[in-house]
């Protein structure tokens, strides 16, 4: 589930930390509900959460860490802007959680921060997406379970896009066009989040290129990336797009509040935007840019891992594996039931009779048809520093290719700490 609380915080500042294990301080404050969730008698687990936005979501956690029989489950619904902060703080401390959810990250696996979880999956692995599988496997073993993927897309107005005449677009020169022609007095052509970092990894992949390559090399850097951070600069400039919304694009309220034609956005926000919009909803992937570029989804999600230096971890991992592998039941629920996502498990997405219809059926096509899911090996650093890459080359002006070059250097440094 890729819901964001209901705070300012944007979801991919924890993608995007620059933050390393080795730098991080003392504990820091949790600020949400935390307490004893599991009714269990045996060891005294913890698992921390990022306070999800949809209601619901810490009950559900709760309860069924309340089902589990074999130990006391406490969690920590962290609220506010300071997940990765705190999750990373107190992994050097005696209250680290034993269980937590995150992204994969090869660092936390070359740290030994994360338990090999080979042994839990290995009697499923064929349930599960391939993709999922590949994202979280290091030198053959797989570490970290997904719990949810997040297919990523525009969202549009249909009616807005019938009255000003605009097709639906495939290229980003078209969405430059259709953002021109869908503004009009207070509604604003296109949102692409107030900082545009929530479409830095599709500006990539529509460009037709990557993160990084096979063989761990920078494959960001190509000509069509260069014309698609030129041409988001020509859009950011245009008055045509929603700057500095009350909320940020993981959000649903800009579109459906009626101030933007289209909005970038998570499958998650699919229910409440059909409910306020009703059949006046439709989805697109982000436009091919130049002539190497094809459409493209960003799927992101979350995935649950075993603290491997935790007091628990054996303990730890038996918990994980009954909920996230034997308990179906809930692992569909904490996909649909709070916003929609996909379930990694093929089983459990087939039987999922919430997304075989409508809008969520097609987010699901999009998704298989168009989705890229993230690198291990691309980690929060080099994240960060292209995040500075849209900063400079986009909201600042600054020469794309320039600001490349620097996003090179630190992108290929971190490339040598993680690979030699």
């Known amino acids: 589930m890729s819901a964001m609380s209901s705070t300012n915080w944007n979801r991919r500042s924890v993608l995007q930390a620059a933050m390393g294990l080795a730098a991080a301080g003392g504990l820091a404050a949790c600020g949400g509900n935390t307490g004893r969730s599991g009714g269990g008698s045996g060891d005294a687990l913890t698992q921390y ?4 936005g949809e209601a619901g979501t810490e009950q559900a956690i709760k309860k069924y860490a309340a089902a589990y029989k ?4 406490n969690t920590n619904w962290i609220t506010g802007n300071n997940f990765e902060s705190a999750l990373f703080a107190a992994l050097l401390t005696k209250k680290a959680p034993d269980v937590f959810e995150f992204h994969p990250q090869l660092q936390l696996v070359k740290s030994g921060q994360v338990a090999d979880l080979t042994d839990l999956i290995d009697p499923v692995k064929d349930d599960f997406n391939p993709n999922d599988i590949k994202s979280h496997t290091v030198d053959g073993k797989i570490y970290g379970i997904r719990m949810i993927d997040d297919p990523q897309f525009f969202y549009y107005r249909k009616s807005m896009f019938e009255k000003a005449k605009v097709e639906v677009p495939t290229t980003l020169d078209e969405l430059i066009e259709a953002a021109a022609k869908l503004t009009t007095g ?4 296109a949102f692409l989040g107030n900082d545009f970092t929530a479409i830095q990894n599709v500006i990539i992949w529509s460009a037709g290129a990557d993160t990084i390559n096979e063989k761990n090399e920078i494959a960001y850097h190509t000509d069509g990336v260069v014309e698609g951070l030129k041409k988001l600069r020509q859009l950011f400039t245009s008055g045509n797009v929603l700057l500095d919304a009350p909320t940020d694009f993981w959000d649903p309220s800009s579109l459906n509040q009626g101030l933007c034609a289209m909005q970038w956005g998570g499958m998650w926000s699919m229910p409440a935007m059909q409910q306020a919009l009703g059949d006046d909803l439709g989805i697109f992937p982000f436009p091919k ?5 094809k459409q493209s989804v960003y799927n992101g999600g979350w995935s649950i ?3 491997a230096k935790g007091k628990n971890v054996e303990a730890a991992k038996e918990y994980v594996k009954w909920l996230w592998i034997d308990q179906k039941q809930y692992q569909e629920d904490w996909a649909t039931s709070y916003g929609f996502h996909i379930p990694p498990r093929t089983s459990i997405a087939n039987s999922a009779t919430k997304l075989k219809t409508g809008l969520p059926a097609e ?3 999009l998704f298989t048809e168009y989705g890229h899911f993230d690198n291990i090996a691309y980690d ?8 500075e890459v849209i900063s400079s080359s986009v909201r600042k002006n600054g020469n794309p290719e320039a600001a490349l070059d620097t996003c090179d250097k630190k992108v290929n440094v971190e490339l040598k700490k993680l690979f030699g």
């Open 49 to 52: 959460f990022h306070a999800y």
């Open 70 to 73: 074999k130990a006391n489950v």
């Open 363 to 365: 987010g699901v096509k």
């Open 186 to 189: 207070k509604v604003k052509g």
């Open 380 to 387: 929060q650093t080099m994240q960060t520093a292209f995040a």
């Open 289 to 293: 840019i130049g002539s190497a570029g």
């Open 305 to 307: 891992f075993v603290n």
